[in-house]
């Protein structure tokens, strides 16, 4: 069955691959082609290998399963053939051991049908794995196919998935650059604890160095003046020069 679906990959992988050869000696005639006629024949082009590769990835499915079951046969036969190594192996030891003589007819029929079913479970072995290989190179193929698409087109059967370029991405691993980050966020602390400051010591008392609400005139400790905001007050509010009718 394998076999069968392989070959119909292959022949679909052959078809795609003479589409494509097509389509790019079309496009190195387009300069002296009449413009109808390269749409015309860029479309049926294009809509036939479009279908080849619909088919392709309808098989896909079909050889994933058959590459997943000949990987469950290769993993049971693997422990079959580790159970009859250990056979021959025991009784190998046992011989040495002097447990069996070497011309015991029942002993050396024992260990040589032991060695035999050992052999073949190790040929069976290669051939599972043999096949499994071919089938994940025709994967390969498929999804090189798949993924190229029909050429000067957009539209692919294997959607495409937007990423971020790395320039846009941080990577959290970087411990350089959490630090900067960090280091950079506790600058931007101390600067606006800084300017808090400054704006509170503005109202501060002269007297006795209460930092006082910025309306206040009197302090609230000492009800010293705040001789600085009756400063402020003056400039900005020049009552020389109003003119007050009483």
Known sequence: MAEVLEKKILDLLDRREELVGRLNNLETMKPDTNARVYKKIR?????????????????????????????NQISEKEKIFTDQSDQVDEL?????????NHDNDEFKNELNQA???RDKTSGALDKLRKELSDLNGVLSDVDHATS???????????????????????????????????????????????????????????????VNPPHLVVCEECNAELEDLSQDLDDEFDFDDMDVDI
């Open 43 to 71: 479309g049926d082009y294009s809509t036939k290998l479009q279908d080849v590769l619909e088919k392709i990835n309808e098989k896909r499915g079909s050889l994933e399963t058959k590459a997943e079951e000949l990987t």
């Open 92 to 100: 190998q030891i046992r011989a040495k051991l002097g447990e069996f």
């Open 115 to 117: 060695e035999s079913d």
């Open 148 to 210: 190229a698409g029909v050429p000067g087109m957009d539209n692919t059967i294997q959607t495409k998935v937007e990423t971020k370029s790395e320039e846009d991405v941080i990577d959290l691993e970087d411990d350089d650059l959490v630090e900067e980050v960090e280091e950079a966020k506790i600058d931007n602390l101390d600067m606006d604890v800084d300017d808090i400051k400054d704006e509170s010591d503005e109202n501060k008392c002269p007297n006795c160095g209460h």
